[in-house]
T-cell receptor
């Protein structure tokens, strides 16, 4: 079945450590996105990528990094520079700036900094 | 700014209708969306409406669009306990043509009481 897979679902990290969240899609979508969700804050865009080997900062990119070496994969690294990393992270993909613009989401990864 | 506004909470009794309201900012948005998020999960697209439509009905869901007031609503008929979730309104971003990104509201948490 086609879809988006995020891993791990739960992750605990000590302060000062970098962690990488995985996002893989087999929908053959060109565009991929990372959002952060905090209670009562909705979704905020961290980074997005319209095409392989290219990505753009979203609204809250500071303290995060991404890569897009393959069409299927868009990993997110939460660095030690991110001051408040505890959150629910959602990866999404779309066909790009075409058609209805619908986003397809993964099931999310919950990061807790101890 | 690019804020999509929604009330944060709605509580209804099982069997009643639920109406979730949203105001958006960009009159040039091509599509407007309603997403559903169950606890601990990603977002799933419920329905969307093209901006040249006033209404769209899909089984128990009715979407109403008032372009003049930039107001979007989602009505759920015969609300069930399984409808308890967070509902997000979203519009295509001001730069949607190049980003393919969506702007989300903060979400309305719907609680259905038996």
């Amino acid at each position: 079945d086609g879809g988006i897979t995020q891993s791990p679902k739960y992750l605990f990290r000590k302060e000062g450590q970098n962690v990488t969240l995985s996002c893989e899609q087999n929908l053959n979508h060109d565009a991929m996105y990372w959002y952060r969700q905090d209670p009562g804050q909705g979704l905020r865009l961290i980074y997005y990528s319209q095409i392989v080997n290219d990505f753009q900062k979203g609204d809250i990119a500071e303290g995060y990094s991404v890569s897009r070496e393959k069409k299927e994969s868009f990993p997110l690294t939460v660095t030690s520079a991110q001051k408040n990393p505890t959150a629910f992270y959602l990866c999404a993909s779309s066909m790009g700036a075409t058609a209805t613009g619908e986003l397809f989401f993964g099931e999310g990864s919950r990061l807790t900094v101890l | 700014g690019e804020d999509v506004e929604q009330s944060l909470f709605l509580s209804v009794r099982e069997g009643d209708s639920s109406v979730i309201n949203c105001t958006y900012t960009d009159s040039s948005s091509t599509y407007l969306y309603w997403y559903k998020q169950e606890p601990g999960a990603g977002l799933q697209l419920l329905t969307y409406i093209f901006s040249n439509m006033d209404m769209k009905q899909d089984q128990r869901l009715t979407v109403l669009l008032n372009k003049k007031d930039k107001h979007l609503s989602l009505r759920i008929a015969d609300t069930q306990t399984g409808d308890s979730a967070i509902y997000f309104c979203a519009e295509t971003s001001r730069n949607g043509g190049s980003q393919g990104n969506l702007i989300f509201g903060k979400g309305t948490k719907l609680s259905v009481k038996p």
